[in-house]
């Protein structure tokens, strides 16, 4: 026997009732952003690699460890993008948004890729939900995209979540920080770091704060904080946002060690993390990315923005029952098959769902298949009801029966429907 094909390792199929979370969340996801203005994106999974090391940064464990990268047949070095925020940037940069808008926002939604060890919550496919704000260096944006996300997950009915924010300073107060940091990190035992945080202590130093490895971590306890190296400007610029949430009533906690996994962000980081899920807790987290866009060779435009875990989400969404196919259209015999494939186009015309059966079968074969998708009417044509022109219709909780001309099959259905399945 051949060998069997399976999905690889961190790559999951989505099925009914996942699909359908999925689904549901870009539809409350289009109508949140879009009620404040952002417009949809649909950008490619797979850009230059050189793109995600310049934005992303080289010494992050995203690009260090965890891309999809091969070299096409053209010798090119491609990359299955691990975020979508870069390919936001390289699209606005490219298209020259900036000179048709002063204010540009956008989400997206889609897989990302990273190599990452899976489980609960941890994918290598992982799909996110994501939104960009550039050109406002207020921080009424940085406030109203993190009031827009709590919006959105509370839309989606997901309850108990907290929302954590810091504020990574400046390019003016950023340097002063690295100087004590590297200053505290040179006290450290070196035998007891790890050979990436022995390296990133010269080449970036906010990236030992990010190290996951556990003895880094019980080191790092008394390390200085970036928020306390903030300027006066990026001090006054936190303030507001705090002033902000509070007045929409947005709870948060400051925690100065959040300093996120990607490099390109200064000032306002949030997370918001979620006690339900295990130890993958984040379900979103974003930030201010001044000068990104500069630093990938565009105009100097700030930006704001987040992107929220699908995967995670859909842990949390609350149970949803779908909704109930109005029919099932079930030729009992052979003569009856192609008037039925008709009439189901009808009824599905005239705002009907369900589905017909490509085949003839006993009545309890075809009841049996009624109640496995669960349709609300059984509609039957055999040979009598095909010689008559009419249906038989059998209500599939009541088990009650009627017969309809078939001229009048849609009146009759539509009124022994529950209102809201009519139309
Ligand atoms: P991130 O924190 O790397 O940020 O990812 C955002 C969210 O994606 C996480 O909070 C988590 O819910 C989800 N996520 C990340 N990795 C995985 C994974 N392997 N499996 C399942 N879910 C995962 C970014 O990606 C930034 N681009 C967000 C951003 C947008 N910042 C500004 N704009």
Do not use: W
Not at 218 to 226: E, I, N, R, S, Y
Not at 278 to 296: E, H, P, T
Not at 408 to 417: G, K, W
């Amino acid at each position: 026997m051949a060998d069997k094909l399976t999905r690889i390792k961190g790559f999951a199929d989505l099925f009914p009732p996942d699909s359908d979370a999925f689904t549901l969340m870009e539809t409350a996801a289009r109508e949140v952003f879009g009620a404040h203005g952002y417009a949809e994106l649909r950008l490619p999974v797979l850009e230059r690699t050189e793109l995600f090391a310049r934005s992303i940064g080289d010494e992050t464990d995203v690009v260090q460890k965890e891309m999809y990268t091969f070299t096409d047949r053209g010798d090119r070095s491609l990359t299955l993008r691990p975020e979508a925020t870069a390919g936001v940037m390289r699209a606005y940069i490219e298209s020259a948004r900036h000179t048709l808008e002063p204010v540009s926002k956008y989400f997206t939604s889609g897989p990302m890729f990273r190599y990452e060890r899976p489980q609960k919550g941890r994918m290598r496919q992982f799909h996110q939900i994501n939104c960009e704000c550039l050109g406002a260096v207020e921080p009424h944006a940085d406030a109203e995209v993190i009031i827009m996300l709590m919006q959105f997950l509370t839309r989606l009915g997901i309850k108990d979540l907290s929302v954590s924010l810091n504020s990574l300073g400046c390019k003016e107060c950023r340097p002063a920080y690295h100087q004590a940091l590297r200053a505290f990190l040179q006290t450290l035992d070196k035998e007891r770091l790890c050979a990436d945080c022995l390296r990133r202590m010269d080449t970036n130093p906010l990236r030992v704060l990010d190290c996951k490895v556990p003895d880094c971590q019980a080191l790092l306890a008394g390390a200085p904080q970036v928020i306390d190296y903030n300027c006066e400007a990026c001090r006054a610029h936190i303030a507001v946002v705090e002033r902000l949430l509070k007045a929409a009533r947005v709870d948060y906690v400051m925690n100065p060690r959040l300093v996120r996994g990607l490099d390109y962000y200064n000032r306002t980081t949030f997370e918001v993390l979620s006690g339900n899920i295990g130890a993958q807790s984040a379900v979103a987290g974003g930030g201010r990315y001044d000068g990104l866009i500069r630093d990938l060779g565009g105009p100097d435009i700030p930006g704001i923005g987040f992107a929220c875990g699908m995967e995670r989400l859909a842990m949390l969404l609350p149970e949803h029952a779908s909704p109930r196919p109005d029919f099932y259209l079930a030729p009992l015999a052979p003569e009856a098959l192609d008037e039925a494939l008709v009439l189901a186009e009808k009824l599905r015309a005239a705002g009907l769902h369900g589905q017909v059966a490509f085949a003839a079968k006993s009545l309890k074969s075809q009841m049996r298949q009624a109640g496995k998708l669960m349709a609300r009417k059984c509609v039957m044509l055999g040979q009598d009801e095909l010689a008559a022109q009419t249906a038989l219709i059998k209500d599939m909780d009541s088990g009650e029966q009627e017969t309809a001309p078939l001229a009048d099959l849609i009146t009759a259905l539509r009124r022994m429907l529950p209102a809201g399945q009519k139309d």
